[in-house]
């Protein structure tokens, strides 16, 4: 399912992202006031998040197979904390499975950027390469610039007055939809989190389905014919955490006819290296996160 128009363009504007992570919510004139996001992973299970854009308000739901709705899995609303409603491994695997399906939902990407608050880093994870996937899903947020247009006099000036000192360029605009200081505000672990797993209506059975379905999802990848060649490298280089093999790696894939545009973009240049270490594990047939480990 390609990414909505509605989603792309509010993706590109900082403020809709400040509105999401601060303490303030959206003015009055949000268009559209009201937006669903589905992420179907696999077999008729998906993740479902509903942003109201006037109040800032956000659940997040789970979508079961031949269900009209989702069942909710936690809400939030701004100036309070997000519910602890994914574990961070089950949210990685969901993001993974979801870029092989989709592949306008690159990983780490979107998917993490609007879920990452759902599933804080516990005790368990790797603190260091939960936040080095997220930042990298915040920097992956782009927009298309135009060119500025070039300051020139309209006829050939005098020697003295043709330097740049007398016609200087505007500055360029950054395709780049989040600052410094803001990727580094959101990609900081949050004080407090909502313990909402515990409650007796959260959907414990789907949300382990899921999860177990994506996993195997995952783990039938590496044994497609396109793969078989390239399982030795790829074992290899998650073994040994060196990504200076990608191009090649690259190379035996499109030999071999893969023509999977998630896989081809995930190992080419310009190279993202936590896009190329969970590509890698996965023709690996390697946890997650064991070459991710190498690199944070």
Do not use: K
């Not at 006031?33 to 308000?57: Q, W």
């Not at 135009?146 to 020697?159: A, F, G, R």
């Not at 016609?167 to 410094?180: C, R, T």
């Amino acid at each position: 399912m390609p990414v909505p128009e509605a989603l792309r363009r509010l993706s590109e504007d900082p403020a809709f992202w400040s509105r999401l992570r601060a303490d303030g919510s959206a003015t009055d004139d949000a268009e559209p006031a009201e937006l669903r996001i589905n992420l179907p992973v696999t077999g008729g299970y998906g993740l479902v998040l509903d942003l109201d854009l006037l109040t800032g308000e956000q659940t997040l739901g789970l979508r079961e197979p031949a269900t009209s709705e989702p069942v909710q899995l936690g809400w939030s609303a701004p100036g309070r904390p997000y519910p602890a409603a994914l574990r961070w491994h089950e949210l990685d695997l969901c993001a993974r499975v979801i870029a092989l399906e989709d592949p306008t939902l690159p990983h780490p990407g979107l998917v993490v950027a609007l879920l990452g608050p759902f599933a804080p880093a516990t005790a368990d994870d790797d603190a260091n390469a939960v936040a080095a996937v997220r930042e990298a899903a915040y920097r992956s947020l782009r927009r298309d610039v135009p060119q500025p247009t070039p300051v020139t006099p309209e006829q050939t000036p005098l020697p003295l007055f043709a330097g740049d000192d007398w016609w200087p360029q505007p500055p360029s605009p950054s395709p780049q939809v989040l600052d410094e200081a803001a990727i580094a505000a959101y990609t900081a672990p949050a004080p407090a989190h909502l313990q909402v797993r515990a409650g007796s209506r959260f959907p414990h059975e789907g949300l382990a389905e899921l999860v177990r379905r994506a996993a195997r999802r995952l783990s039938r990848l590496p044994e497609e014919q396109w793969y078989a060649d390239v399982r030795p490298l790829a074992r290899h280089m998650a073994d040994t955490g060196d990504l200076g093999p990608v191009r090649a790696l690259l190379g035996v894939l499109t030999e071999a006819g893969c023509d999977h545009p998630t896989v081809l973009d995930a190992l080419s240049e310009p190279l993202v290296p936590l896009e190329a270490c969970w590509m890698v594990e996965t023709l690996a047939g390697a946890p997650p996160g064991t070459l991710v480990r190498h690199h944070t």
